[in-house]
């Protein structure tokens, strides 16, 4: 054994295979099967994808890296369960690309937000968070209260879809109009969000000022709608057994 | 830098010059607004500066013949500027980011001030600049020294150290203006990806081609270290990087994963990052630098080949370890988790052996700060791997996840490991590189280490207190059988840990700009001279 190692360290190619080799398999085992199996690949039936408006909310979120210090995954553990809200599955995120469970808690989790707080209290939260917790150690956000831009919102629908998000040419078609429709209850746009997504998604004036959409709308829309696209964790008993 | 390349060398370096500012303006032309412009325009300015500086001298003297019979060292010095650079600025981002924790509004609420558009740049900052910088220029001096041969050529360390050097800084400037991926210690888009690419395989191609110069039979253990990290970082970067640019104008790409292969993917990558990167590279730092410093041989051989094998075959399979009690399917968990145990053994099998190497020279120890260095970083490369696989066991991760637990955990490894080791190496290695029997400041050293011994320990003790008291608060049911604190209660126990933590990460930030100041000081007070015995074995011609 001993003097194969002696050998192969004279050779650079065979190091090079041999830590190709080496190094490859526990990755192959433990994420080639996640494309397989039933658990990790099944989607629920009435998952929805997100809204534009969500979507670009989502997008913010990315941006201002809420993600670094909240999670969306709640784990199957019961004090979890009791402080957020049914643990999350798998199939809650088959759309996110990428996902943001996150790995730290410097704020709480955010899996089961949706629905949790009014618009407006998300919107003070946002500008001034200490205007609402006191205690709160969050950044503030007052930028949020520029117009969004929806410009890109088509092509980015387009470019999910081929990777097997679920929408439709007339989504796509109408991303940027639907992403302003959502914020608008009273416009015209508005029954056809419903039309094309759900109705069940919330189509309101989430940032207070109907006049313009803006950033603070997409963010809102988009924490409002976590945890709320399938009901998939809410309706099924946690399993038997582990 | 340009007087070393040969007159081709030139006329092809000027080639490159060319395209990368070309390179730059098509970038700025297609995107015609937002990050992707001042990317485009970074590297519209960088190509025409380097365009300009090598057409002025192409027709300047060739160098010496006799070069071929030195070392080729100009790019370990750049390299070593580059890391202490990226080490005041990235680490200065990290005490800031640490005091908006305790100081929410310190800095005014303006977006690239942002706690979360500045934690990435800490992060890539610190990872990458600091840590890439210091493994890419170490590994040139050590590869041309474990090899007895000069570096291959003269051009393509250049592209390496400036192509990742640009990497860094598209990727930092990126978060500021508020362009990620968002996969974490993997934000930067996609072209800044595809570029580290590129840069990646002229890196590679340059090791390989220096190693089949060698003229010693034998390849040093340092250098399979560096291998494993030049090979693995390049499979983990793309698989984990793929991904669809909504449009070749603009910066927006989609990741092609999505929810729990996502995870898991970004996991996989996310802590072999923490292998590759910073461990392999580092080890390899280690394999040369602690031997030629103390003046012993590495104390065992076979320990040697049983770690290296056990860390690149062991740590490949622990990712899951971040993913327990998640959706992740239950199996890949405690796969996940038994790994990570049993890469305690190879873990331990290279602290061990630094330590043991050290057996004989304790006096050396004693009285030169620069071995106490890699001293104390063998000791915390022990203490932190131990102390991951500890948090990898899956009720212990109940507790310690989501926590400041593993924050302390990761600075432990990088404050206590990774920069302690890289310290030790450039307080070797400056000296030697300015013809010098020592540093300017010698003295200084000796503050440096206490202040980063104090500033790691300050720093960890304080995110164990903080993590614990975290896991238990929010596991705590009252006798009703109702949860007994408040989230927002969590966090207000935070604030004295938060604070203590700032303290240690400016202490740590103190002594590194004490090391970067000394530094300097001893690279202008060069000679010039090199050491007779520091020179390649010239290979016979081979007609």
């Not at chain 1, 085992?29 to 039936?45: D, K």
């Not at chain 1, 899996?111 to 949790?116: E, I, L, P, S, Y």
């Not at chain 2, 930067?188 to 191609?205: G, K, N, Q, R």
Request: glycine content about 8%; overall charge neutral.
């Amino acid at each position: 054994m001993l003097r194969l190692h002696y050998n192969l360290e004279k050779l650079s190619t065979g190091l090079v295979l041999g830590i190709i080799i080496a190094a490859s398999i526990g990755g192959f085992v433990e994420i080639a099967p996640l494309f397989t199996i039933g658990e990790t690949v099944e989607r629920p039936a009435d998952l929805r994808p997100q809204t534009p408006l969500e979507l670009a909310g989502r997008e913010i979120y990315m941006r201002e890296g809420c993600y670094a210090c909240h999670s969306q995954m709640v784990r199957s553990l019961a004090d979890e369960i009791d402080r957020y809200g049914p643990y999350s599955r798998a199939g809650e995120s088959a759309f996110d690309h990428p996902m943001l469970w996150g790995s730290k808690r410097t704020g709480p989790d955010l899996a089961r937000v949706g629905g949790k707080y009014t618009d407006a209290w998300h919107v003070a939260h946002l500008t001034n968070p200490r205007a609402v917790v006191p205690a709160s150690i969050m950044p503030a956000y007052p930028w949020l209260s520029e117009p969004l831009d929806t410009s890109g919102l088509g092509p980015e629908l387009a470019t999910m879809r081929r990777l097997g998000v679920p929408y439709t040419d007339a989504m796509i078609a109408d991303a940027e109009r639907d992403a302003e429709a959502q914020s608008q209850p009273d416009s015209d746009g508005a029954a056809g969000v419903k039309e094309r997504y759900s109705e069940k998604i919330v189509v309101r004036d989430f940032d207070g000022s109907v006049a313009r959409v803006t950033e603070m709308d997409a963010l809102v829309a988009y924490i409002q709608s976590l945890g709320q696209l399938t009901a998939i964790a809410h309706d099924q008993p946690p399993a038997d057994g582990e | 830098m340009i007087a070393s390349l040969s007159i081709a060398q030139r006329r092809n370096g000027l080639a490159f010059a060319l395209c990368l500012a070309l390179l730059g303006l098509l970038m700025a032309a297609a995107a015609q607004h937002g990050p992707m412009v001042v990317h485009g325009a970074m590297a519209l300015v960088l190509g025409i500066a380097l365009t300009g500086a090598l057409a002025r001298a192409v027709y300047d003297p060739p160098p010496e013949a006799a070069r071929a019979s030195f070392y080729y060292d100009d790019p370990t010095r750049f390299g070593i500027a580059m890391t202490l650079i990226w080490a005041v600025v990235a680490m200065g981002v990290g005490v800031w980011v640490a005091a908006l924790l305790y100081w929410p509004e310190a800095t005014p609420a303006v977006p690239w001030t942002s706690f979360g558009r500045l934690r990435p740049v800490h992060t890539t900052g610190v990872i990458f600049g600091f840590g890439g910088n210091a493994l890419i220029a170490t590994s040139f001096y050590v590869l041309q020294r474990t090899s007895r041969a000069r570096l291959a050529d003269e051009l393509s360390p250049w592209i390496v150290l400036l192509g990742f050097n640009l990497f860094c800084l598209w990727a930092v400037t990126g978060y500021l203006m508020g362009i990620t991926q968002s996969k974490e210690y993997a934000e930067a888009e996609w072209y800044a990806d595809l570029w580290l690419v590129v840069i990646w395989v002229v890196y590679f191609v340059l090791y390989i081609r220096t190693l089949a110069r060698r003229a010693e039979p034998h390849i040093y253990v340092a250098n399979w270290y560096y291998l494993a990290f030049i090979l693995v970082v390049a499979i983990l970067h793309i698989i984990n990087n793929l991904a669809l640019p909504v449009s070749f104008a603009g910066a927006k790409s989609v990741t092609i994963w999505s929810g729990v292969q996502d995870a898991m993917v970004q996991w996989w990558y996310g802590h072999n990052a923490v292998a590759f990167f910073l461990t392999a590279g580092f080890l390899g730092m280690l394999y040369y630098f602690l031997p030629v410093r103390s003046g012993r041989p590495i104390w065992s051989y076979r320990l040697s080949i049983l770690s290296f094998w056990g860390i690149t075959f062991f740590y490949i399979w622990v990712g899951s370890h971040h993913l327990h009690y998640t959706a992740l399917p239950y199996w890949v968990q405690t796969l996940g988790m038994t790994f990570s145990i049993m890469l305690l053994v190879p873990s331990w099998a290279s602290a061990g052996n630094a330590i043991a190497t050290l057996n004989g020279a304790w006096h050396k120890v004693r009285d030169d700060a620069t071995l106490r260095f890699m001293f104390v970083a063998a000791v915390f490369y022990g203490l932190s791997t131990f102390e991951g696989s500890f948090l990898a066991i899956r009720p212990v991760n109940s507790l310690s996840h989501y926590t400041d637990w593993t924050v302390g955990h990761v600075h432990s490894g990088t404050l206590g490991w990774v920069a302690m080791i890289v310290f030790g190496a450039i307080y070797t290695l400056v000296p030697q590189l300015s013809g010098r029997d020592q540093m300017a400041w010698p003295r200084a050293i000796e503050w440096h280490f206490w202040l980063a011994v104090t500033g790691t320990l300050v720093y960890v003790v304080s995110m164990w207190n903080a993590g614990i008291t975290q896991g238990l608060m929010w596991r705590s049911y009252g006798p009703s059988g109702t949860l007994t604190y408040s989230f927002l209660q969590s966090l207000q126990a935070m604030a004295p840990y938060y604070l203590l933590r700032t303290i240690g990460g400016g202490m740590f930030l103190a002594g590194t700009l004490l090391c970067a100041l000394n530094c300097s000081a001893t690279a202008r007070a060069a000679t010039g001279e090199v050491a007779a015995s520091d020179r390649p074995l010239l290979p016979m011609p081979v007609e």
